[in-house]
């Protein structure tokens, strides 16, 4: 028995790639949450490379990101010390034609070994309709795959345009339909995707990265991280700090530096189109 989760909620983890739904805040919260996302991506902030590690730059997505309804399922999952790595938003509008090729988390992060995962919490309700994503069951368990022929279409929310090499017919997808302020967790290595919003509706969520700060990564660009719970007597990746306010010059000076080490890494592992969404940040 975990902090948050039950022996059989780790064990489907293992077994499976994935563990849905948690609820990680109330309808409500998740409402205030949503309107603090959407005002700030109007203000152009969430943008192109704005969109990358921004648990740097704004204390409320900091807070929602080391909330114990976040952090002890993760520790169920990974242990004791844990470190944040990354973090994105997703956003479908209905009718947009946007969706996510099959692809699998771990391949532009390097980390190993790969105890990574991803928390995925949503902001709308998600739905099939909407374009929930979909899991492969038990893909996980076969590690690392090589790339497929890229899909650099407009619409497709990957910048790399990443497709895994795999007959992703030959497994029966399981949807990860949401309601607002729940989330799922599911394994880098599990392949995934989401198809088009075919509602009226916008279908927003976010992501955060966690990892065991004692993991490697494949390269020789060291990252950075942010250590959330416990200790880290390995140093390998730089450390983070979190934000003081989203204007603080400091911060953003830091915040931008961890953005330049991510994508560096990104690139280094094959993702050369990194940067084909991109626009300034303010």
Known sequence: MGRALNDSQIKNYHRDGFLFPIEVMKPAEAATFRRKLENTQAEGKLTGSGQTKFYLRFPWVHELATRPTILD????????????????????????GAYVSWHQDNTYFGHTPCEVLT??????????????MQFLPGSHKLGQLPLGNPDIDKGNLLSSGQTVNFDTSSVTPVPVELKPG???????????????????????????????????QLGDVRTSGLLVRGTDLSKNFEHEAPP???DDPETIVRYKKA?????????ELGNLTVERFDRNIP
């Open 119 to 132: 928390v995925w919490i949503a902001l709308s309700p998600v739905t099939m309709e909407s374009g929930c």
């Open 244 to 246: 003081k306010s989203e």
């Open 73 to 96: 399922p993760v520790q169920d999952l990974l242990g004791p010390n844990l470190m944040l790595y990354h973090n994105t938003m997703w956003s479908k509008d209905g009718g947009d």
């Open 259 to 267: 953005v330049s080490l991510y994508r560096a890494k990104v690139k």
């Open 182 to 216: 729940q989330a799922s967790i599911h394994h880098a290595f599990l392949i995934h995707s989401s198809a088009q919003n075919l509602s009226r509706e916008r279908r927003l969520g976010m992501t955060l990265i966690y990892h065991p700060p004692n993991l490697s």
